[in-house]
């Protein structure tokens, strides 16, 4: 999306659970979040032997900010990793991201992209700068239990913390640097088997859910709409396990031998 290729990467600030294990996955969280909203995920994961890694995008979290955020910079600081995980799993941005290592990186075995933003009009794009603008400014937990009564107590604190440290003008960043916004192209370059599960579009959802399962084929793409809004893995973290489980069949299956196609 940038002709001017991946800028340089910055080192991320990662959470880690499992150090020890003998696969490896990878999970991406969206704008205005950090790599703790996969608490859920992560624990399921570390439980069943893999070493779960979700980093701080730069200008989240913990993780340095810098002078770009475009989607080739983003994937380039993610790359400083590792690459070909078992398993990547990405939402909102970090779907984005996904799509992007996805379509240049042929090791990446399995992913699992819940809500990505695949693409981005101009009049969708300022509506969500607005939210997002706001969200940077920092919530508090009453804001963040009102709008989403479904979610539990530590997605909502997580969220609070998260915001706290997301300043506005990296939200600008994210969106100016990546205008035009459009990742459809790339699914053609895919090579892993791909779940995405697109959110309720009434309800914040940002996957168009009819292109997305026209493109899907059942065997290497999959998709599934599920009845939530954009935060999917908060609001209904079964059906994104649900999801991983169907590109891995052996994802929550503790104890596997150690094939390094694997980690």
Do not use: Y
Not at 21 to 32: K, N, S, T
Not at 153 to 165: G, I, S
């Amino acid at each position: 999306m940038d002709p001017r290729g991946a800028g340089p990467p910055v080192r991320l600030q990662t959470h880690v659970s499992n150090p020890s294990g003998r696969r490896w996955a990878l999970l991406i969280h969206g704008l205005c979040s950090d790599g703790t909203c996969w608490w859920r995920l992560g624990s399921s994961l570390a439980a069943a032997g893999w070493l779960v890694v979700a980093p701080d995008l730069r200008g989240h979290g913990r993780s340095p900010t810098a002078d770009r955020f475009d989607l080739a910079t983003l994937a380039a600081d993610v790359r400083t990793l590792g690459s070909g995980p078992g398993l990547l799993v990405g939402h909102s941005l970090g779907g984005a991201i996904a799509a992007h290592l996805l379509a240049t990186d042929e090791r990446i075995a399995a992913a699992v992209l819940v809500d990505p933003v695949m693409d981005l009009r101009p009049s969708v794009r300022e509506g969500l700068r607005q939210q997002l603008r706001a969200e940077a400014h920092g919530l508090d937990a009453a804001q963040v239990r009102t709008a989403n009564p479904d979610w539990s107590e530590r997605d909502v604190w997580r969220k609070v913390t998260a915001t706290a440290l997301v300043t506005p003008d990296v939200v600008d960043a994210v969106l100016d640097d990546n205008d035009p916004w459009d990742l459809w192209a790339s699914v053609e370059a895919w090579r892993a088997p791909v779940a995405w599960l697109s959110a309720d579009p009434a309800r914040g959802g940002l996957l168009d859910p009819v292109r997305a399962a026209a493109l899907a084929d059942g065997r290497r793409l999959h998709h599934e709409s599920v009845d939530a809004g954009h935060s999917i893995h908060r609001e209904r973290p079964d059906r994104v396990e649900a999801a991983v489980t169907r590109v891995r069949p052996d994802a929550f299956v503790p104890d596997l031998g150690d094939d390094p196609a694997d980690r």
